[in-house]
């Protein structure tokens, strides 16, 4: 298996581990957005959100909301915010095909964020109640 996080989950190679139980493990990204930028991995390689049980995924949930409460202790007032953030395949801008939550701590200052398209804001009517009729039928 050549997936990094496999081996990071495995210990054949180093990680800064911040967080570990039965199903997951939290470690510093290699490259933070912020210091104290953590992934949240489940043990087991789940490739995307269509992968994942219910339950693994529940299970990296409840990790970050715990690794995110203490990461604002450890980063005391200087953290002013908190993004989780999952990247779903290649369009989404996901890079390591195993699933991760990135725990980022945010600034007022940081100059990190989504950029938006041109067309935000102009979606017609007629696209957004096509998806929403579809999905109230799909979801029922
Ligand atoms: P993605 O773009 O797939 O959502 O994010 C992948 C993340 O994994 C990136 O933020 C990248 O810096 C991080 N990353 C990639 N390789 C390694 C590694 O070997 N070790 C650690 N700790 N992080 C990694
Ligand atoms: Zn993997």
Do not use: W
């Not at 930028?37 to 409840?62: C, G, Q, W, Y």
């Not at 067309?119 to 017609?124: D, P």
């Not at 579809?134 to 029922?140: I, M, S, T």
């Amino acid at each position: 298996m050549s997936c990094i996080f496999c081996k990071i989950a495995d210990a054949e190679i180093p990680a800064k581990v911040v967080y570990e139980d039965e199903y997951v493990l939290g470690f510093l990204d290699i490259k933070p957005i912020n210091p104290g930028h953590t992934l949240v991995i489940p043990k087991n390689h789940f490739e995307s959100l269509s992968d994942v049980s219910e339950e693994t995924l529940a299970r990296m949930a409840s990790a970050s909301k715990k690794i995110a409460s203490v990461l604002k202790e450890a980063l005391a007032s200087k953290c002013e915010g908190i993004n989780l953030h999952l990247a779903d395949g290649k369009a989404a801008g996901q890079e390591v095909f195993h699933i991760h939550l990135h725990i980022i701590p945010r600034y007022t200052t940081d100059s990190f964020g989504l950029k938006f398209p041109p067309h935000y804001g102009k979606i017609t009517t007629e696209e957004i109640d096509s998806v929403y009729r579809k999905l109230r039928n799909l979801l029922e």
